[in-house]
């Protein structure tokens, strides 16, 4: 039945990315001659596509769901614009294509060697055959296996002090909504799309599986982030992450100073929390932010001075550390 979908909303956005490049595209690059690009403007339709129907659709499905069961109310909602922004840069997925399609040829390479040396590729969708080459299994091995660590890769973002200074634009934003979950430094959703796209052609995965994928995890964390309330129930929310369970780790005091530098980091499901014990069930409603912001520090109101200062804390955390004082892991 999930193959069934999956196969029909291909088809719809690759009908989709074929009109739009006859009608729109190609014109354009024959008009100013750069029909050299032709083939790889016609690839990178595809995530545009996924990511602009992703937001049509979180903003069509989540925002009534926030005006109807807000978790806050909130007089001004001016803060939000340039989470909007960041959600536009971010979902249309042309950084994970990019770096997805620039490892290939190392990936290649790499494969090369290791069947010349009679080390068998990793792939495992080939695992068992018969049934993890089934799409629904191999996509959802996938899907743990990017999760598991993606885990990790929060953890890292915290843990520390100059990644956690990128990191902190994310956590800046202290009205939560669902528009929350792209606010990103640039440099680190370079690092990032780089970081996945690297084990997505390690683990064999497809471009347009990977795809399909990255919207899929982007999509439950925008329903993280929504500023409604969603009773998931004690069974659910072990089984995928509620808005509560990650709004605690936007909790002040709580999901970035707690033990080990804090907990509920999990992407899409709370297993590897719970693993690991870095879980947090209290669902109290908790200030969400910084403390330093508490305290005073800004870190900024637009996209260019919240980018800017990031690299000013990291400036001040490398002096820190050159001079013997300060701590450089994320407190």
Known sequence: MLHTIVALLDGVVSSLQTSLYIDVIQPLLFKFGWMDYDEDTYDALYP??????????????????????????WENRKALRVDVLYTWVTKLGLFNLF??????????????WLRYHGIANANLDTLWPGVTSKPI???????IVLDFAGYWYHRWQHRFGVWWELHAVHHSQRQMSLWCDDRNHLLDDVI?????AAIALAIGIAPTQFVVLSAVTNFAQSVQHTNARLPFGPLLERLII?????????????GHEGTAYGCNFGVLFPWWD????????????????IRQQIEGESYGEGFFAQHWLAFVRI???LGLRRSGGGDAAAV
Do not use: C
């Not at 545009?48 to 109310?73: C, D, H, K, N």
């Not at 770096?99 to 090369?112: E, G, L, N």
């Open 99 to 112: 770096f997805f399609v620039a490892f290939q040829p190392i990936f290649d390479r790499s494969q090369v």
């Open 192 to 196: 990032q799309a780089g970081f996945f």
């Open 137 to 143: 299994v191999a996509f959802a091995i996938y899907l």
């Open 315 to 317: 400036a001040r955390r």
């Open 274 to 289: 719970m693993l690991f014990k870095t879980a947090s069930w209290n669902r109290a409603v908790e200030p969400t932010g």
């Open 48 to 73: 545009v596509i996924v990511g602009f129907l992703t937001i049509v659709s979180m903003y069509a499905l989540l925002r009534p769901l926030e005006a109807w069961r807000p978790v806050e109310r």
């Open 242 to 254: 509620s808005p509560s369970f990650h709004r605690r780790h936007h909790a002040v005091g709580y």
